[in-house]
């Protein structure tokens, strides 16, 4: 659909690659082209398929600056029309109201199973130096060999959600952002679909479009020092929906009850107030008192939608004459589709798939969680991450990677236990040399426990037991619950050698400082000599007589 914008302006020649066409892949007429119907054919893609294409161009063309919603509805109509006779749709529109089309076409497309590809230019196609031929094979390969059921906007090797962007640079080629969603899909070498983030048709539902808009919608932008006065007349009727854009996170001034109450008494009588935020980047959150008097007055919270995407969400809800304004504005909340719903789906998903990928030493299915966008530090229910599970099964491996990749050795499950508490439970001493090594300690809790847990490995002669402790940086003459400490308990119940081993453990740690009661230290001496057992002390180790 040529409908407007740069890309053609002024353009008087039009080049058509010739190729031969199977003009089966063409299953019926254009749907309101009055003249003969040209074929234009692409050479064939890296998979084989050539992708046929008919033009339907608008006369006059129209100015993006000029386009109403009647003009919106118009394109989604000619959608419609042709439909069921092709796999997918490109637009080609200004780029100075594109995210605005771009938006009101993705509510208007209800039960959308096919591509829609908004796309333009920032220079014209006739100049030497343009965007327009990049952007517009690159909208019909991606429309013509994906199935992406979305209204989406494609600009400088880049897909975008159409009711995710805005445009943030007049004088460049790379001109829109989507600055709370991850691009769809990017057209480097190869194109790169990002399926995760493509949402799927959920409804048996018929393709249709709803062209009833409401136009009594509009944009007011706080800023310092607006008066009440301003505001009241900006939500006068015939006003019905407002998208209010706010400080920050979703503020407004809080000391301002002349300008709250105009809020009030306009959501009182039935407008529909969003609060989006003015920056970019973010969303709107009721963190703050600022931002709570907002919900208070009525206000909903727009979450990070843009304005261009909540202005044209506001304009399609009104204009469902059979919901009542209650129901309007929970269809309003309910298709947010917002970052943090994503996302919160995405980290509550991805750690038990994680996790059970961690126990088997699957780094390859870790590797495509991570490729996804999945963070690997997250934990599973019980707050135990990767790393816990890759810790207690002793993957060597698979703890180098996750260490490698961002995972922290400091986290803790719902026990207060790290990685480090697992490797040393279930005894693997290369996991533990590694956690260490990277940075791993016990807490403070964790070494207020060990004098006891030492104590019962001594009385049991548990000498793998004490050298995992020992390795994991445990103090072996911290005390135990009634005082003793691990040798003291060893010799006590007669564990000769596990009194030798640990003298010799400690032997190894130069910044140990060893208190024996001198009664020990000669029963020591005397069990080394009849064992004939060297006593070799590492020369920083200090052993000190009470």
Known sequence: VFSCGTLASRLSTTYVLGSSVDLRLIRGPLVGWTGARPLFPLLMSKNNKRIVYTILEYSPLLDSSNMTTDDWGRIGKDIEKNYENYDGFVILHGTDTMAYTASALSFMCEHLGKPIILTGAQVPIYEMRNDGRGNLLGALLIAGQFVIPEVCLYFYNKLYRGNRVTKVDAGSFNAFSSPNLAPLATAEVDVTINWDTVWRANTTAKFQVSTELNRNVGLLRLFPGITAATVRAFLQPPMEGVVL????????????????????????????????????????????????????????????????????????????????????????????????????????????????????????????????????CLGDYDGR?????????????????????????????????????????????????????????????????????????????????????????????????????????????????????LVQLMSKNPKV???????????????????QLQLSMHASLTLRMV
Request: net charge negative; proline share 3%.
């Open 513 to 531: 400082t060893t208190i024996f009661p001198s009664s020990y230290f000669t029963y020591l001496y005397f069990f080394c000599a009849k064992q």
């Open 385 to 501: 991450t990767p790393l816990h599970i890759a810790a207690c099964e002793g993957h060597l491996k698979l703890v180098q990677y996750l260490l490698s990749h961002g995972a922290t050795v400091y986290a803790k499950d719902r026990y207060g236990d790290t990685p480090l508490c697992n490797a040393v439970r279930f005894r693997h001493k290369e996991v533990v040399k590694l956690l260490r090594k990277t940075g791993a300690h016990f807490s403070r809790d964790k070494l207020e426990e060990a004098g006891t847990e030492l104590c019962s490995l001594a009385a049991s002669g548990d000498l793998e037991g004490l050298e995992i402790w020992s390795l994991a940086g445990a103090d072996l003459n911290r005390p135990g619950y009634d005082g003793q400490t691990a040798i003291e308990v060893a010799q006590a119940v007669g564990k000769k050698e596990t009194v030798a081993f």
């Open 245 to 376: 854009e706010t400080y920050g996170s979703g503020n407004a001034p809080d000391n301002r009850p002349d300008l709250l109450e105009e809020l009030k008494k306009a959501t009182d009588s039935g407008v529909i107030i969003i609060n989006c935020t003015q920056c970019l980047r973010g969303t709107v959150s009721t963190s703050y008192a600022t931002g709570k008097v907002l919900i208070d007055a009525g206000l909903i919270a727009g979450g990070d939608m843009t304005p261009e995407a909540a202005l044209s969400k506001l304009s399609y809800v009104l204009a469902k004459k059979e919901l009542d304004l209650e129901a309007k504005k929970k269809v309003g909340v309910s298709i947010l589709y917002c970052l943090q719903e994503l996302e919160a789906i995405r980290d509550a998903l991805t750690p038990p798939l994680a996790c059970a990928a961690a126990k088997i030493g699957d780094i390859e299915a870790l590797e495509a969680l991570k490729d996804m966008g999945s963070n690997l």
